[in-house]
């Protein structure tokens, strides 16, 4: 942001309430301070913007987007005539629900300002604490459980920690997932379910679920259609967790997550609403050795070689926003494959096959342009790959959890979500900040987040990788 801004947060509870401030300002404000309540910063002379907050309080991602466009507009200091301090909303979790439990509140001013007031539309998030559930443990054996999840690649890999989770905190229980159809293929395989149940439409899938008894059923990341498929299947136990909304028929209270927690930690909290600790777990696919000998075998006919440095690339995403530029791409690949004994593969999509022929033209060292393939037989390909390279997509996460080496491009999203993996064990991020991040637009003409992105900085990555 072209304004610096201070976050000033009062201790006012635990260290997890301060935990959860402080997730949601470090790396957006310019300077933190942590004070004791009513307590002077001591040896500190404040200036410029201050946002003030007290421990277990949030600034929202619509909020952060508000201020940091208002910021791209205002001069380093306030005119005389424009406002210096702003009143924002607060809002509470009540009963499933958000409320507004103060109108305004002076929380974003400038220091030495004359007071003349405005308005921000987004609130500042106030979590209460809510007391532990029964412990499920104690309550009988659960012998079947159901997960639904009715979302993207990317999203039923994120699932596959709750699955891990499930099993450790159930012995011997059988689980069935209900995925829509084009990423049922993704659980082949998993030693943590019993059952993976494409969805093929409201009532039909519900006639299948029915047949079963489940004793419990989560509904991560839920809508009031997957939440009421979860209802009428006759569980007896619903934990459903609408981090955006009402979760909808859920037996128990399921905390709203923190504003900047990690997607797979967003799953595992259906069943810390049970009384659970639930630890995250890195994502998990497997593929098979067959999967695996074909994929070596595909890459024999390009004459790529096992002692190569194989390095997969998709330049696609779910939707065009999130899709780093072409010519970045090319100019990318052409820097890498100037090296020793690497090889350079582009994957096309069959939603968006464009892209990767885009690349391979604009390129001057002439990559190795794939054919379309399945997805299964995408999975044999990047477990046998070296390192993949791509945009925030299914396919990124699809490789992590293969234990394949990645770099991962993100432009509107924000990164702490969406990637919830670590350089340490090999898994790099390129983004940067933008006033108008996080984005939910289908398509942005201008793509600033991903055009200051350039091919320098990725390659930088890549050189931190080969060490």
């Known amino acids: 942001m072209r304004n ?3 976050a000033i947060i009062n201790i006012n509870g635990d260290k997890e309430s301060l935990s959860r401030t402080l997730k949601s300002v470090i790396g ?40 940091r466009a208002l910021f791209e507009e205002l001069p380093n200091v306030p005119g005389r005539k424009s406002p210096d301090t702003y009143m924002i909303p607060i809002v509470r979790n009540q009963r499933d629900t958000w409320k507004v439990v103060c109108p305004g509140s002076a929380r974003l001013f400038f220091a030495g300002g004359r007071g003349r007031t405005g308005t921000l539309a987004n609130p500042i998030r106030d979590y209460l604490a809510h007391k532990s559930f029964p412990d499920m443990r104690v309550s009988g054996r659960i012998k079947r459980v159901l997960v639904v999840k009715l979302r993207g690649i990317g999203d039923t890999v994120l699932l596959t920690p709750l699955f891990k989770a499930l099993k450790m905190s159930f012995k011997g229980v059988l ?50 259609r997957s939440a009421l498929l979860a209802r009428l ?4 136990l619903l934990s459903v967790n609408n981090h955006n909304g009402r979760n909808y028929f859920s037996s128990v209270r399921v905390e709203k997550p923190q504003e900047y927690e990690n997607a797979a930690e967003r799953d595992l909290d259906c069943l810390r609403a049970l009384g659970f600790s639930a630890l995250f777990s890195r994502p998990a696919i497997t593929v098979s050795a067959a999967e695996q000998n074909k994929a070596r075998a595909l890459l024999g006919e390009y004459g790529v070689r096992e002692s190569n440095e194989i390095v997969v690339i998709s330049p696609s995403a779910s939707k065009r926003n999130k899709m780093w530029p072409e010519k970045s791409f090319a100019l ?32 001057k060292s002439k990559p190795v342009l794939l054919p379309l393939m399945g997805l299964r ?32 491009i993100v432009g509107p999203d924000e990164p702490c979500i969406f990637h919830p993996y670590k350089e340490a064990e090999g ?28 091919p320098a900085d990725v390659y930088k990555e890549y050189l931190k990788w080969k060490k």
């Open 4 to 6: 610096r801004i201070t």
């Open 28 to 67: 957006w404000t310019s300077d933190i301070l942590v004070v004791e309540r009513g307590s002077e910063p001591a040896g500190r002379k404040i200036s410029g913007w201050l946002l003030g907050l007290n421990s277990g309080e949030e600034v929202s991602i619509p909020l952060k987007r508000e201020i």
């Open 175 to 224: 689980i069935d997932a209900v995925v829509k159809k084009e990423s049922v293929c993704l659980l082949s395989g998993q030693k943590n379910i019993s059952t993976a149940i494409v969805y093929e439409g409201f009532f039909k899938t519900l006639r299948e679920l029915r047949k079963k008894k489940y004793d419990i059923a989560f509904v991560s990341q839920a809508s009031f």
């Open 233 to 236: 299947s006759g569980a007896k």
């Open 332 to 363: 990318f690949i052409d820097k890498i494959a100037s090296g020793k004994n690497v090889k350079v593969l582009l994957l096309a999509d069959p939603a968006n096959p464009v892209s990767s022929a885009v690349i391979a033209t604009l390129t």
């Open 377 to 408: 037989e995408v999975m044999g390909l990047l477990s046998v790959a070296d390192l993949y390279v791509g945009n925030d997509s299914g396919l990124s996460h699809a490789a992590a959890a293969l234990d394949t080496e990645t770099i991962t």
């Open 427 to 454: 898994h790099y991020l390129v983004s940067k900040d933008r006033y108008c991040k996080p984005c939910w637009k289908e398509n942005c003409e201008g793509r600033e987040c991903l055009e200051i992105i350039k």
